[in-house]
């Protein structure tokens, strides 16, 4: 799974993105710094391993824009970069990734890592019924640049949309200066639903992602999913909800993911398989504010 994650580093690259990828079974984690000493001192042995994996990601994210980066602080649960640097981590299954951009224009930065599909009856927490149509029953995503032209999307794909982009549009409304560059996710996890997956067991265990799996050491609530932003967000994190974007096709089997409260903050996301499940993350803001061109 390492690398096919790995396999992404030109695509991002080519959208002047850095890939960092860390996992929890790396040998010798060490904090980089007091402060990572100090949260990670006081978190389960599984969230420190996580903990800790999320800020190497991090770092190797910026390095890979060329961008040094020591220790990443926090501010209550959430993480705080040094100016200049700007990065947005996502974990699943035991691996975290991240994505940063060079210093420069201050853009909409957001990712999510899906590495266990989630049942179509995820559905109902992600998509209001104006969304529904762009679902597909293909059992796997389409794999990068394989897109054909009015093709469906799966769930997994359409809330990994929604979760990158949320953590884009909030990070950019709070005007913070924290240097982070991420928003916090939402997601079904937030509604504390449990649903069944395709074999029946239920999705509200440990091993599973939004629908409750164990929280990220970094996340702001007890039922709300394994991502971390901007402080100043803890609020509006644990209140909303991936209903509160509207999703829709975009041109090169991108898609458009927009505030319903206010469609002209939008941003362009890119979904790609990886293995069973997918990577989305940020590409942009979106050049156009006509929704009814957008979102059809």
């Known amino acids: 799974m390492i690398g096919e994650v790995s396999a ?26 007091p402060a990572e000493a100090a949260a990670a001192a006081s978190m389960p042995a599984r969230r420190r391993l996580e903990f800790l994996a999320g800020r190497r990601a991090a770092r190797r994210a910026l390095r890979a824009v060329g961008l040094d ?11 705080v970069f040094p100016p200049g640097r700007t990065a947005s981590i996502s974990h699943s299954a035991g691996i975290a990734v991240a994505v940063a951009r060079a210093a420069g224009p201050d853009l909409p930065l957001g990712c999510d890592l899906e590495l266990r599909p989630l049942p179509r009856a995820a559905a109902r927490l992600v998509l209001r019924e104006d969304e529904e149509e762009l679902l597909d029953d293909r059992d796997e995503p389409f794999r990068a640049g394989s897109r054909p032209t009015g093709a469906g999307w799966t769930v997994t794909e359409l809330f990994s949309a929604k979760e990158a982009a949320w953590k884009a549009l909030a990070s950019t409304s709070t005007g913070t200066g924290t240097g982070t560059g991420t928003g916090t996710g939402t997601g079904p996890a937030c509604l504390g639903v449990a649903l069944d997956a395709p074999n029946g067991d239920r999705l509200d265990g440990p091993e599973y992602g939004r629908l409750g799996e164990a929280q990220d050491p970094d ?8 991502e971390e932003g901007p402080q100043g967000l803890r609020h509006a994190r644990s209140a909303g909800s991936l209903r509160d974007l509207r999703v829709g096709p975009a041109d090169d089997g991108l898609c458009v993911v927009r505030l319903r409260a206010d469609p002209a903050r939008a941003v362009r996301v890119r979904v790609v398989r990886v293995g069973t499940g997918v990577f989305g993350y940020v590409l942009g803001p979106s050049p156009s504010l006509d929704t009814s061109a957008a979102l059809g």
């Open 69 to 79: 980066c020591g220790e990443i602080p926090r501010s209550g649960r959430l993480p």
């Open 219 to 226: 996340a702001t609530g007890s039922q709300i999913p394994r």
């Open 8 to 33: 992404l580093r030109p695509l991002l690259a080519a959208a002047g993105l850095g890939l960092g990828i860390a996992t929890v079974r790396e040998p010798g984690p060490r904090p980089a710094g």
